[in-house]
């Protein structure tokens, strides 16, 4: 069980902006990455009035949180983290009718319980977002400070750009799925304290944002959908966004990992359909290339070598596929003879190849493990270990960034002058990332997917989806 623990009286990212498809938010001053992670809640009443106010400091693995609430009716009133962070008018599941705040949707569940119960329970017993109740006094003032390890700040049980709710009547905490405490009296988008970001909207629903490229000289990102295979085109200074290749075409039922090469063209791992696709500038296919036939192929991601030649993850395959300078696609390298020894769920996904083009450093995710491997002579090396879930990888120098998809953190290793080995130095949660799967570098800034994987096969995704823009850390 969880522990929750009551503490004296002691003094999540911006809510969802309603950015049209085209769209983007202003560019703010992106505060330093370093800075120590706390985040507040305005709590607001149905009319937008302000009632209160919650803080939340990270504790450890916990956060403590310090709640003041006014103008509600003496008693128990229900208090819950939701799933989205918006305090607008919305459907509420439960009733199927139109409720204040129904927008902020169903409580959070980071352990997929789909339960909601006491507040000390673990999540994968009950919602994480199912809190102390607040008891609110005959002056009509509900206060309450707690530390709970529940929810957090940063990973997978990270509340940042979530909203706190607080409702109508006391909480049973058992009776699905919001125990009996009624109707959604007070709301806030929890906020993190002095950090922006920028974000890029995308116009599909079915976006699931999975690869990113860039391409520097035309100024424009490249993603593509890991749910249909569209590609999308945004202008980097404006935000607009326009459809580069429709999904479904020739070889393409998605779009994976991404890559820009020299000569403008765009190269797009197929992923289950065992394909390359390469794109002229303006978008028209230039090639199919084909991996054997296979019942579980994943090509998941590529990066493009100095020297022309195009190398090629298989996360369920044991093999590294290269493309050559004439389109000529080949098993590059059998990983069955190599250290890195594949197992259930996705292995090898991203790579990158080192500034001097002596080598390549890849990720299995299901591992943890991060590998170098000669390109001349395809020895291959551990570098380290610990980094689970990593997906998209972001070579700057002997910085890496990777993209921690479940635990929902952009991390940074810090590496050895031969890459042979490294050091996970920070991670970093933004203003509150949704499965990030895919880096870019823009200059001093990064840019990364929001790509909402984890409700591909069930559940809502936030709209719209989102490409965000920060500041290295």
Known sequence: MKKLQMLGLLALAAALGSASAGGMQPMMPMAPASAPLSATAAIRDAAGQVRGSAAFKQMGMGVQVTVEVRGLPPGGHGMHVHEYGKCTPGVDSATNTVVPFGGAGPHFDPGMSKNHDDPQAMNKYGHGGDLPMLMVGA??????????????????????????????????????????????????????????VRDYALPDHL??????????????????????GTIYAVNVQSGTVSKFSEGGSLGRRVALGMKVDP???????????????????????????????????????????????????????????????????????????????????????????????????????????????????????????????????????????????????????????????????????????????????????????????????????EVPFKLTRFGKF
């Open 263 to 461: 000569q403008g063209r765009l190269w797009v791992a197929g992923g289950q359909q065992g394909t390359v696709s390469v794109l002229s500038p303006d978008g028209m296919i230039l090639n199919v290339l084909e991996t054997p036939k296979s019942p579980v192929p994943y090509l998941n991601d590529l990066a493009i070598a100095p020297g022309g030649n195009v190398y090629v993850t298989d996360s369920f395959r044991p093999v590294i596929y290269r493309v050559d300078r004439d389109m000529n696609l080949t098993a590059w390298l059998d990983l069955g003879k190599t250290p890195i020894k594949y197992g259930p769920g996705i292995n090898l996904d991203g790579i990158v190849v080192t500034p001097d083009g002596r080598y390549l450093l890849t990720n299995q995710l299901n591992t943890g493990d991060l590998w170098r491997i000669d390109l001349r002579t395809r020895a291959v090396k551990k570098v380290m270990g610990g980094l689970k879930n990593s997906d998209g990888l972001l070579l700057d120098g002997h910085t890496l960034y990777l993209a921690r998809n479940k635990d929902q953190v952009v991390s940074r290793v810090n590496l050895s002058a031969d890459y042979g080995s490294g050091t996970l130095a920070a991670e970093e949660p933004l203003a509150g990332l949704r499965y990030p799967t895919a880096l870019v570098m823009l200059g001093n800034e990064l840019v990364v997917t929001q790509s909402q994987l984890d409700k591909l096969q069930g559940g809502a995704p």
């Open 207 to 228: 976006s699931y944002p999975e690869g990113l490229a860039y391409d520097t000289k035309k100024g424009v990102l490249y993603t593509g959908s890991a749910s249909n």
């Open 139 to 196: 002056d009509g003032v509900g206060r309450l400070t707690f530390t709970t390890d529940k929810v957090s700040l940063t990973g997978m049980n990270g509340v940042l750009n979530r909203a706190l709710v607080v409702h109508a009547m006391p909480d049973d905490y058992k009776t699905d799925p919001a125990g009996k405490s009624g109707m959604r009296e007070r709301c806030g988008v929890i906020v993190r304290d002095n950090f922006s």
